[in-house]
């Protein structure tokens, strides 16, 4: 409710820190879905790390930024707690977005290894049946 009212804010500065907010949010379900369409065959760990680090890195920033933004008296207190409220939660939700994306991809990555194992199998046993079939 309020990335919605604050987007449209007359203020500047409370405006761009929202959109950024918003951009953050987007910018880690289009991580979350590239990282789910090139999985095959790749360790989904280290790409989900990296986004780990990258939203530490934007809620640190976000922090810094907001320090400043008081001592400059460009923002007012009660919109700074509102702002520092809708980021943690925007990066709790991030948060277990990603720890969604780690148990789904990686499930979905040791099926499609075990299935190569299968199929590998499959195929082995199938040379070996037609090498006895043809020695027979």
């Not at 987007?7 to 789910?36: G, M, W």
Request: hydrophobic fraction near 30%.
């Amino acid at each position: 409710k309020n990335l919605e009212a604050y987007l449209r804010s007359d203020q500047p500065v409370i405006r761009n820190e929202y959109e950024s907010l918003r951009l953050n949010l987007a910018t880690v379900l289009r991580s979350l879905n590239k990282v789910r369409q090139e999985g095959h065959g790749i360790s989904v760990t280290r790409p989900l790390d990296a986004l780990k680090r990258e939203m530490k890195k934007y809620d640190r920033d976000l922090n810094l930024r907001t320090n400043r933004q008081i001592r400059d008296q460009e923002i007012s207190v009660p919109l700074t707690i509102s702002l520092m409220n809708d980021s943690r939660y925007a990066y709790q939700v991030t948060k277990n977005l990603v720890r969604m994306g780690r148990v789904l991809f990686s499930r979905e990555e040791r099926v499609l290894a075990e299935t190569g194992r299968e199929n590998s199998l499959n195929e082995t046993e199938g040379s070996e049946t037609l090498e006895v079939e043809i020695k027979g």
